[in-house]
């Protein structure tokens, strides 16, 4: 058999998987995010960084309808999100989104966890859904460790479960905020490496995240977000090197040089 490397720039983008229009959200008198306009194609993987507080998590949530929005529009693959009831929940397992804090069920198995989607939302059977649960676990590194309960396992480990669940509802697009904020540092590569390995494959992800060498590497496009507003947009390279923003180049010397 012939060894087939795929690298990103293997993976051409087609078509508009995520699209914001105009998207406006309030707190309150807090306008925490401001006029949002962001397309994500197909196979794409964006990086968003930007000062705690500017709207990113925020964001993350109304892209699966976690959060409403007061205005705008918000569309997956052509279809915008639906308000409420069996529509909404067909789409939100359309986006996988993966938290800082894993949300894990601490009263079930690792194994359960990864089933429990498939088995609810896509209607899988059981034989089924335990064949792809325990596929994913191995393709993120835990097989291992299918029979134990979350607390069992290190925080890099509970993180790579969470990313395997929310993949076995075999989502269209990826939201990772904060991924590896609050794992202990010799376990962020381990999860960074399952994510790079997800953008190879081809996978569309909008990611939050400090991790520069993550965004080097893996994104497609940085997009810069300060006080509810995306303020600049570029490719890793162009970005890292030469922010135009005064916002952007104030943040970077912040978290680049520390
Ligand atoms: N449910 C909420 N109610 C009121 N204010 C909120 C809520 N969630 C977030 N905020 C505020 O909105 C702003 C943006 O928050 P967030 O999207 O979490 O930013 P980030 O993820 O970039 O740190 C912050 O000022 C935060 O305090
Ligand atoms: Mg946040």
Redesign the pocket.
Known sequence: MTEVSVTKEDVVPTGELVVLKSVNKH??A?H??QDIDLTIARGEVVVVI????????????AINRL?TIDDGAISIDGKPLPQEGKELARLRADVGMVFQSFNLFAHKTVLENVMLGQIKVRKIDKKKAEENARALLDRVGVATQADKYPAQLSGGQQQRVAIARALAMDPKVMLF??PTSALDPEMINEVLEVMQQLARDGMTMIV?THEMGFARSAANRVVF?AD?RIVEEAAPEQFFSNPRSDRAKDFLSKILHH
Do not use: A
């Not at 930007?50 to 949530?61: D, E, Q």
């Open positions: 707190f309150g807090l925490v995010l930007g000062p705690s507080g500017s709207g990113k998590s925020t964001l993350c949530r959060e905020d904060e939050v977000m509810g």
